[in-house]
């Protein structure tokens, strides 16, 4: 597995493609949950992303952005036919030590609901109630950075 990580401007029209492909066939297709993914975050965002030598695309993303002194998580997926094989946690290790060097005081992401405890081992804690994203239940998470 190889992970890289790119601004949006540096992304190439087929990583870019191949990414929001993969966000759409888990969000949209698979589990069914209608929204705007394209929520112009993505512009601002840095995209990491694992590869695998022989699979076409991303088989595991997840994005960062930064706005004033908070990092925030989002769009973290793992391609269905890579799952269970501790992906998940390569791409949390690789957002986090990018995070590692920010200047930020705290770290949040929306975790759905069957994640909490996944997130729960990297330290984050969940705030307020769940609710409803698109069809999917979630919560806020977290994270103080000391």
Not at 84 to 93: I, Q
Request: hydrophobic content about 40%.
């Amino acid at each position: 597995m190889r992970f890289i990580k790119k601004s949006f401007d540096d992304l190439s029209k087929k990583e870019l493609y191949a990414i929001l492909k993969l966000r759409m066939e888990i969000f949209i297709l698979e589990q069914h949950s209608f929204y705007l993914d394209l929520d112009d975050q993505d512009q601002q965002a840095i995209h990491i992303f694992g590869v695998e030598e022989n699979s076409i695309g991303p088989v595991c993303y997840g994005r960062l952005t930064v706005k004033e002194s908070t990092a925030y998580i989002r769009r973290v997926c793992v391609r269905k036919d890579f799952r269970e094989k501790g992906l998940g946690a390569l791409l949390m290790n690789q957002l986090l030590s990018h995070i590692d060097f920010l200047p930020i005081d705290a770290i949040e992401l929306d975790a759905q609901i069957h994640l909490q405890k996944f997130y729960n081992k990297y330290g984050f804690h969940a705030i307020g109630q769940p609710y409803d994203d698109g069809g999917v239940m979630h919560r806020m998470m977290k994270k103080i950075v000391s």
